[in-house]
């Protein structure tokens, strides 16, 4: 961790006035650490994204840098910490900043791979010594929460258990039918011609219980079965519309605006799903260069995507039996949640991207790629891990925010904000941006950035749908240049904000003007005579990527020339071209004659 990230983490902190899940800072005030830093270290490891610890730094007032006294023996008993106290042992990334003359120690902490957790203090064991971020603070898992944890390190079969009490009339003779009709179909050389009681065994429909009775599969149950709530009644959906932005807070003769529970197999609870929140949704209008449009609250195609994920990726082990899918709609969002985290080789970081994709439920997933839902011409998935790169793009399309993902390690939540990026106000503001010189991706992260949001390149290719981060770079710089963007921090730390100038525009009390860069760097180089990029960077006062893009437009238009390479050779040097040499003969005839 360089001194920029640590500097920039304290001014996030000072921004919102709180720690998060990401961030923890500790006084430390004596040459001893905290004995809650153990937890902390421990918390880390087990969140998605892992996440920094800072000593030195008081949090109750306002997140003074106070220092430390010996930051080389917090250093030394950091690391011992990590690597004697916890189970597995951790190595975090420790680093010593000097700000003003205070020194600040922080330890970086990854997240642990899932083969590996849940990390754990040693002296108190798993089941009481495992401990997670939530908000600000440190909380124990639950007993359940560790054995799901552990459950997840290999591939969980719960959904290929057989459900005992079950018998195969209990699965829909009509579904099954079709399913095995597209089975037979798409794999004909296996499935042709083995009997219906064969084939549902090798898909693992059914399997035969301990008195060698067949009888249907847990996967087979939910997704071809008649009832299955009859066998387990909360693996269900329930949806409950709220009048006012929390459920907290409402009016005790209007409590609810529509409550529903939905029963039966994956497929019907799908296609319910999304006819009881369409119809709990408006049109509104949306902005475009082409004029106004009127579009569903939420794009129906991401609907879809969000709901049958949370159905068929959701936890299936016994313990979470007892909880529910559930939908939760305010004026001002839609809120998605299934029990059971991310699973396998994939993280929020990596959520949505190509060739990265893992299902708790194998068999259930390989089920529901050939039962069609109901009344439609499509079967419930693809399985293909690309659910998530159709809501973000459907989103997108729409001129709304991207998704926000929270992975609560036995939990999953999906929201969608209830908002249009691209009202008339952010249209025309995006047009004194000088909208005609920007990419789609671009405009997107720029509204998002007017709203308030802080990019990094994951965040940045989960709003916009760019899914190569060097693109992602090279966006984000080419907005740095154009000085609409401003970089802070460095490489893997990078965070982009957008600029005082780009605020200021389209308000009518705007008082900065952006400067004519052009003519700027042709009048240096009139009195200076030839210059290097550097020069010009630090004579303007312009960060080095404005002065290449600047020098890039002005060489392309004939203005200056340069003695070699281009604007990426730190040894190119540039003067005016020898237009400037001629107009400055004729303005000294033009003297002598007068």
Known sequence: MSD????????????????????????????????SCLETLCAFANTPGGGTLLLGIDEENGFEITGVKNPGKLQHDLAEMARVQLHPPLQPTITITDIGGRIVVGAEIVELSRESKPCYIATKGMNRGSFIRVGDGDRRLTTEEVAQLVADRGQPRFDNEVVEDAELSDLDFGIVQSFLARVRDSSPRVFESQPNEVALKMLNVVATDRGGVLRPTLAGLLALGVYPQQFFPQLCLTFVHYPSKSDSKFNESIRFIDN?????????????????????????????????????????????????????HRDLSPGTRGTQVQIEMYPDRLRILNPGGLFGSVDITRLGEQGVSSSRNATLLRILEDVPISREDRTVCENRGSGIRTMRRELASAGMSPPEFVDKVTAFEVTMPNHTLFDEDTVNWLGS???????????TALALMRQGNTFDNTKYRAATGVEDSRAVT???????????????????????????????????????????????????????????????SIALNLNQKTTEYWLAKLKKEGEIVANRGGPGNKNTRYRRSARYDQADLFALGDESHS
């Open 433 to 443: 941006l000088g909208r005609e010189g920007l990419k789609h991706s671009q405009c």
């Open 4 to 35: 920029d990230s640590t500097e920039f983490l304290i001014r996030l902190l000072r921004a919102f006035g709180t720690e998060d899940a990401r961030v923890e800072a500790k006084r430390a005030s004596t040459d001893q650490l905290p004995q």
């Open 474 to 536: 090279s966006e984000l710089q080419d907005l740095v240049a154009k000085e609409l963007v401003e970089q802070q921090g460095e490489r893997g730390r990078a965070r982009y904000v957008l600029s005082e100038y780009a605020k200021s525009l389209g308000t009518t009390d705007a008082k900065r003007v952006r400067p004519n860069r052009r003519q700027q760097i042709v009048d240096l180089l009139g009195i200076h005579g030839d210059m290097s990029k550097v020069d010009i």
């Open 260 to 312: 529903v529970r939905i029963d039966g197999p994956i497929p019907h609870i799908a296609r319910e799903a999304i006819a009881v929140v369409r119809r709990n949704m408006s049109r509104r209008a949306f902005v475009t260069e082409k004029g106004r449009q009127d579009v569903w609250e939420y794009p129906p195609e991401a609907l879809r995507e969000a709901i049958v994920n949370a159905l068929v």
